[in-house]
């Protein structure tokens, strides 16, 4: 027992020293769990692919895409020709390209290599990147939390439990894009701690701009999050320093704006579209908050209550807040 105790101890100093050993074992832990939560699907020879919105829409948008992106590349190294297709009356009977496949795979950096994979191989490429995604959420959140101080041992169960949490669990098959702001939103706390307290604004604009070009709907609530971690963070620093304040906010206003123009190409069209659409003027029936039923059915899901329907995503759930 002693010795256990003792080789624990070396692996915890290890893990703490080294990046290169955290992510080792946060790979191998990531590895794990993925196979427990996934193997649903090689057992019984089914896909990523949601029967619903994931065969109608994700994936016949990702196939739309390649075809897209290989056409554009072909008219630019061949034909010599930058030609971006903007109009197409195969969609519907005619639609804008980008209005109509913004929402799904254009802007989003997970699918812009789908022109590399032939059509009968696309459901590698679709399976590979909402794995992707679920491992890329650990090790943004893992280093947020290296910048800020905490120590490795303490930050994988943490980088663990973020990128497998219900969320991910539950859309990964069935919006694979819906993942995308678990990535976002860790690099843009880094980006507001790197302008506190080093002045850089580089890592703040590039996901600014990355997020903004990636999904128009999530954009507005990461920003609305991050606003409000901001006017936490200035408390607690700059507390009644109106000069820091100041300056604090024009850094941020300024790699904002610049990450906005940096996205402006993809998200400037979406927001016409968005604002023009005839739904925009439809009264809105949701509250600013939901009724307190919802609230009072949270605590089921600690019991697992709520995960009770059979599918393959309750069963990934289950498996995981099984394993912790």
């Known amino acids: 027992m002693a010795e256990m105790k003792s080789k624990l101890q070396d692996f915890y100093k290890r893990l ?7 992510f080792l074992a946060y790979s191998v832990i990531f590895a794990i769990l993925a196979i427990g939560v996934f193997s649903f699907y090689f057992f019984t020879g089914k896909t990523f692919i949601w029967e ?14 390649s075809q897209y992106l290989r056409d554009f590349f072909k008219n630019i190294f061949i034909n010599h020709q930058f030609v971006i297709p903007q109009w197409d009356f195969a969609i519907g009977e005619g639609s804008d390209v980008i ?51 905490h120590k490795k041992r303490y930050v994988l169960p943490g980088a663990v439990a973020y990128a497998f949490c219900y969320w991910a669990i539950y859309n990964a098959v069935r919006h694979p894009f819906f993942l995308n702001p678990l990535l976002y939103y860790p690099l843009l706390i880094l980006g507001v701690e790197k302008i506190i307290r080093e002045k850089k604004m ?17 954009f507005y609530m990461l920003v609305f999050t991050t606003i409000i971690y901001v006017i936490v963070r200035f408390i607690f620093c700059y507390g009644k ?84």
Not at 115 to 143: C, V
Not at 202 to 218: D, G, P
């Open 241 to 324: 320093n109106v000069k820091m304040w100041g300056k604090g906010i024009l850094r941020l206003a300024v790699s904002s704006v610049t990450g906005l123009c940096m996205a402006a190409i993809v998200f400037l069209p979406v927001l016409h579209v968005f604002l023009s659409d005839s739904r925009f003027n439809t009264p809105n029936k949701m509250g600013l908050v939901y009724p307190f039923s919802y609230y009072a059915k949270l605590r089921d899901f600690l019991s697992l209550r709520v995960i009770t329907s059979g599918h393959a995503w309750d069963l990934q759930c289950r498996f995981y807040l099984l394993c912790f």
């Open 52 to 65: 619903v919105d994931g065969w109608e829409q994700h994936y016949k948008s990702l196939i739309y895409y």
């Open 16 to 22: 703490d020293s080294r990046k290169s050993t955290y």
């Open 99 to 149: 209005g109509t496949f913004h929402y799904y795979v254009i802007g989003d950096p997970f699918t812009f290599l789908c022109f590399l994979f032939p059509a009968k191989y696309m459901y590698i490429f679709y399976e590979a990147m909402i794995l992707l995604r679920i491992y890329l959420s650990g090790i943004a959140f893992s280093m947020l939390c290296f910048y800020t101080g």
């Open 202 to 218: 580089w890592l703040f604009t590039i996901t600014v701009a990355v997020a903004a070009m990636s999904n128009f709907y999530f």
